[in-house]
């Protein structure tokens, strides 16, 4: 099993390229599914979670075509689809999920496996099955697969007005996908306002999709009787940028993040300049320089859904936070269990007590290098900039969890100065 093995203390210099977003490409890989036409995503990210969709897929019946060297992907959904998600694919990716609006609306049933608990939580899919039911499919769950179909006599989904009981990222583009192929006029109510849905409503568009109100909390879908073949570029990933942006902060140093989107990481940014580093920003990418973590301020932050703090970036700016001076509180509201990395940090010398849903961090610790496990894809990552910042050997175990959402981490940070390597 491969670990990171890092030897902390260097500061980072130079420039990185951000890749596409995972959590855009993923439901955008799964849009596939809704023609039969040709559709070509551009900047998808070499990740494992990547090959997971993409083997999803291939088991039914979608042809994939890999574009040169740079993530170029060229897909084709035509008849006949076996609209079946298995379990040992599911199990391994949450997103797999994804596929259940989309071959529902194509193909009229899917058996897609539940996904289960992970990590971080439960998270359970109620509002996903829901919203497929407002639109009058008839779903059963047995034997941990979710059977659904519409009813007898019925080739579509009908368009109906679907409240969520929360901010669902997931469920609101499932619903999304579904609406697109509906009969009629679809309208999602608390919908969520991620950079990832509205990428994903842009390539609907293009494929011939009517949709208003991405980016709100709204958002209407007249529903089409056939999409149509599209190309498109996979938004920048926001949670590998801010990720780079918190290893530069703990370490010190300057690099140029190339195609970083800063309108997609307000919050985040905020946090960073309040802190004391310097961030720029301009239409190619994201400037940061740092004097190191030690010469910052520590920050409280709370997640919450778009534009607010992203959970996805919560334990990076905790790891920040371990090495800067001062106290914070660390406030998790989407997801109960997203502390894993707590432990992992303690181990490396981070002084944290957690209290229910907050963590409150003492601040200004030297960390030490230390044997360090990887228990989810972003805790991976607070483990990464620890080990940047501690003193001596840091090896981080279990990093198929990185591997899962970051497009060659280790690579990007060598080439920036860090002394970072994969070994087995
Ligand atoms: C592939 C992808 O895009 N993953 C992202 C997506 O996950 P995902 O879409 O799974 O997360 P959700 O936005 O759905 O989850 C938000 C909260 O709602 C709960 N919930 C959700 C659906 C449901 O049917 N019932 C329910 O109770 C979840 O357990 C969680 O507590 O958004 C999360 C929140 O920004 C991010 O951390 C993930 O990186
Ligand atoms: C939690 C995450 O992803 P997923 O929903 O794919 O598990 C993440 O990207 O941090």
């Known amino acids: 099993m491969d670990k990171l ?28 599914l809704l023609t039969e036409e040709v559709v070509t995503l551009r900047n998808v990210p070499r990740l494992r979670d990547v090959a997971t969709m993409r083997a999803l897929l291939q088991g039914m019946g979608v042809r994939v075509d890999t574009l040169g060297q740079r993530g ?26 994804l596929v ?9 049933h899917a058996r897609v496996s539940l996904p289960g608990g992970c990590a971080i939580g439960a998270r359970p899919v ?24 519409l009813p007898p006599g019925r080739s579509r989904l009908r368009g109906a007005r679907i409240t969520t009981d929360m901010v669902t990222v997931t469920g609101t583009e499932n619903l999304l996908m579904a609406a697109a192929l509906a009969d009629g006029e679809t309208v999602l109510e608390n919908a969520a306002q991620e950079p990832e849905v509205v990428d994903l409503a842009e390539l609907l568009i293009a494929m011939g ?3 208003e109100g991405h980016g709100t909390s709204r958002i209407h879908v007249q529903g089409v009787h056939a999409l149509h073949g599209a190309e498109h570029h996979v938004v920048a990933d926001r949670i590998e940028a801010g990720t780079f942006l918190c290893a530069v902060a703990a370490t010190g140093g300057q690099v140029r993040l190339h195609a970083a989107r800063a309108d ?31 010469a ?48 992992e940090l303690v181990r490396l010398g981070a ?8 963590a409150f961090v003492e601040g200004g610790q030297r960390l030490s290098g230390a044997a360090v496990m990887a228990t989810d894809l972003r805790a991976s990552a607070s483990l990464v900039i620890a080990g940047l910042v501690a003193d001596g050997e840091t090896v981080v175990d279990r990093i198929y969890h990185l591997d899962r959402g970051y497009d060659q981490m280790e690579i990007k940070l060598r080439a920036l100065g860090a002394d970072i390597e994969r070994v087995a």
């Open 5 to 32: 093995r890092i030897r902390g203390g260097q500061r980072l210099h130079g420039e990185v390229t951000i890749s596409g977003a995972k959590n855009a490409a993923l439901p955008e890989l799964c849009a596939v």
């Open 72 to 97: 170029g992907l060229q897909l084709q959904a035509a008849h006949p689809l076996q609209p079946l998600a298995p379990y040992e694919l599911v199990r391994t990716m949450r997103a797999s999920i």
């Open 100 to 108: 259940l609006g989309p071959l529902l609306a194509r193909c009229g």
């Open 126 to 149: 109620d509002q996903h099955i829901r919203g497929l039911q407002a639109m009058g499919a008839e779903i059963t769950v047995e034997h941990g697969y979710i059977e659904a179909r």
């Open 209 to 211: 999709a009517r949709i």
């Open 264 to 294: 997609h990481l307000d919050a985040v940014i905020d946090k960073l300049l309040a802190a004391g580093a310097q961030v720029q920003a301009d239409a190619g990418g994201i400037e940061v320089r740092s004097p190191g973590g030690a």
């Open 296 to 343: 910052l301020q520590a920050q409280s932050f709370r997640t919450t859904e778009y534009p607010g703090f992203p959970t996805d970036m919560q334990a990076q700016l905790m790891a920040l936070n371990c090495v800067a001076q001062g106290p914070s509180a660390v406030t998790e509201t989407i997801f109960e269990n997203r502390f894993m990395h707590v432990q």
């Open 351 to 358: 002084r944290i007590r957690i209290d229910g849903r907050t």
